[in-house]
């Protein structure tokens, strides 16, 4: 395998919006003006990337409450002592000076008080809700949980109603330096940043995403719809194919219909083209294949402002979307843009774009793996039946455990990772089931579940073993001081292949032709041959995988 890749300093890719700062200025007046830059701009990105609640920003333990750990403070900050200084306990400005003197309107931030400066009042703009758990390495009670004051709330709220004439001259999508998102990318070579794997840089995508804004915007009214029907009946679910969801996805769907060619400079009875030139419904599909809830119309409702929200900032068709790498490679978008975004949004902004799934990935590339080891044993034949037969054993498995496909889905990708098949509370499948304690029986107690599990304990002494120098094959070394367990050695080996195939794709394609990085797909704008690319990742790879196709 692949030697670690050595750290290096990599451009700041946290970015915010500069009419979001003029707004606050204006707003907040001196107590914010006085700030040093850096916490200005400190303040307006945590004012902007939690202005709402979304799936991936939401506290596990307090669900009203945004998750931030110190590592996200200090990105902000650069120095975490003086935000809860600022924002919770007081803080002292010092004036700045140089050889002609002091320097109007230009502060220093002090902890404690100094000749010469001024005692503040802290500022409360961001209210702490809940403390991380003392001593907890990661998960959920890592993080700190926090809520914007009622006076940020309704600035934000102001500033996204207003028009694109009403917002200040100065606009655009900068980091800390000024640094737009097109100056970034120059200097990554695209818009994925790494600091942990050996892939060269040159092995890139496009920063910029091309959206299909009047299909989101289209999409943005099917939600509203959801969200009035829900406030009128005061409830906070509707659940899927009953009545009363029934009557909501009637009138969606009649608006649909009523609503053709109502958008942009298309004419009556002119069906709406997406970015392919593609009619397509996908985005209603997933709108409508689940409850309704007053949690998810928000998220969403979130989600849809924050990509027009960009759009109009940057007086432009497209939103720029930087990768980071994960400990395992994994690219993970910055801010969750639309990559973690709810399908049906994504759907909406990239109509008429194509999806490019792996077939059953980490379950073919261990087959493989394994194979290629000559480490093959009979017990292994209930993975090659999931590969051959993966949508048919998934909805068999749905039927017999009476739960979703998805969450069939998310178990059998736990075990593969090597996760006990048992109902303790702090155990990922416990946590796939959401605690029910009825579906948890039928999960542990399922004989093809059983078989599944065994295999994977199985797989991982014949792939791993007892190697405590395990590196994947981007080159990524498996830290074992914060890491430790058998699922997370498995995940580390398999997302690692996962990574390797996603940069295959990249490397033989047109950077400009692919419009988003999902984990283990890509997506298009242009019909692609799933042939070719399983040709492609052949031959680079030597893994034999197919590839699924959705037209969005």
Not at 49 to 74: C, L, T
Not at 188 to 215: A, F
Not at 361 to 371: E, P, S
Request: glycine letters at 6%; proline letters at 2%; a neutral charge.
């Amino acid at each position: 395998m692949k030697t670690p890749a050595k750290k290096t300093n990599k451009p700041d890719i946290d970015l915010y919006l500069k009419s979001l700062l003029s707004e606050s200025s204006e707003e907040l007046g001196e107590e914010f003006n006085r700030l040093t830059k850096r916490i200005q701009t400190g303040y307006v990105k945590v004012f902007y990337n939690h202005s709402g609640i979304i799936r991936h920003n939401q506290h596990i333990k307090k669900p009203d409450s945004f998750a931030m750990d110190g590592k996200e403070v200090q990105r902000h900050f650069t120095n975490p002592k003086h935000f809860r200084a600022v924002n919770n306990t007081g803080y002292w400005l010092k004036p700045k000076s140089n050889g002609q003197g002091l320097i109007d309107n230009q502060y220093t931030v002090q902890l404690k008080d100094a000749a010469d400066a001024i005692k503040c009042e802290p500022t409360k703009w961001v209210i702490k809700t809940i403390m991380s758990s003392q001593g907890a390495k990661s998960g959920a009670g890592y993080y700190n949980g926090y809520q914007l004051s009622p006076e940020i709330r309704n600035l934000v709220a102001a500033w996204h109603e207003k028009s694109s004439e009403e917002l200040s001259d100065d606009r655009g999508f900068v980091n800390y330096k000024g640094e737009s998102a097109l100056e970034i990318a120059t200097k990554l070579g695209g818009g994925i940043s790494r600091d942990k794997s050996s892939t060269p840089s040159e092995v890139n995508v496009s920063v910029l995403v091309q959206i299909d804004k009047h299909s989101l915007a289209h999409h943005k009214k099917q939600v509203e719809i959801i969200q009035r029907e829900l406030e009128i009946k005061r409830v906070n679910t509707l659940t899927f194919n009953s009545k009363e969801w029934k009557e909501v996805s009637l009138k969606i769907v009649t608006n649909e219909v009523e609503g053709e060619g109502e958008e942009g400079e298309r004419k009556e009875g002119e069906p709406r083209l997406a970015l392919g030139g593609v009619n397509r419904k996908l985005s209603l599909q997933s709108l409508l294949s689940k409850d309704f809830t007053i949690d998810g119309v928000k998220q969403r409702l979130v989600e849809i402002n924050t990509l027009l929200s960009i759009l109009r900032e940057e007086h432009s068709s497209a939103v720029p979307v930087f990768y980071t790498e994960v400990s395992t490679g994994r690219y993970t978008a910055q801010g969750a843009v639309l990559q973690g975004y709810h399908k049906s949004v994504r759907y909406a902004a990239l109509e008429g774009c194509y999806e490019y799934d792996l077939e059953a990935a980490h379950q073919n590339i261990l087959i493989q793996l394994l194979d290629n080891k000559d480490s093959s044993f009979p017990e292994l034949d209930v993975v090659r039946e999931y590969v051959a037969n993966k949508k048919q054993v998934r909805n068999s498995l749905a039927k017999e455990l009476n739960t979703s496909v998805a969450n069939v889905k998310e178990i059998i990708q736990e075990l593969t990772y090597g996760a006990q098949l048992n109902r303790g509370y702090k155990g990922s499948i416990y946590k796939t089931c959401k605690g029910d304690k009825e579906l948890l029986d039928r999960v542990v107690t399922n004989e093809w579940l059983i078989k599944l599990a065994a295999t994977f304990k199985l797989a991982h002494t014949h792939l791993i073993g007892n190697d405590k120098e395990l590196v994947n094959v981007v080159g990524i070394k498996f830290d074992y001081e914060k890491k430790k367990g058998k699922p997370e050695e498995m995940a580390h080996i398999l997302q690692g292949y996962e990574r390797l195939v996603l940069d295959t794709i990249i490397k033989h394609s047109n950077r400009d032709d692919i419009a988003l990085l999902v984990h283990d797909c890509v997506v298009f704008y242009n019909k692609q041959s799933t042939d070719k690319l399983s040709q492609i990742v052949e031959q680079e790879t030597g893994l034999c995988l197919a590839f699924s196709e959705e037209e969005y």
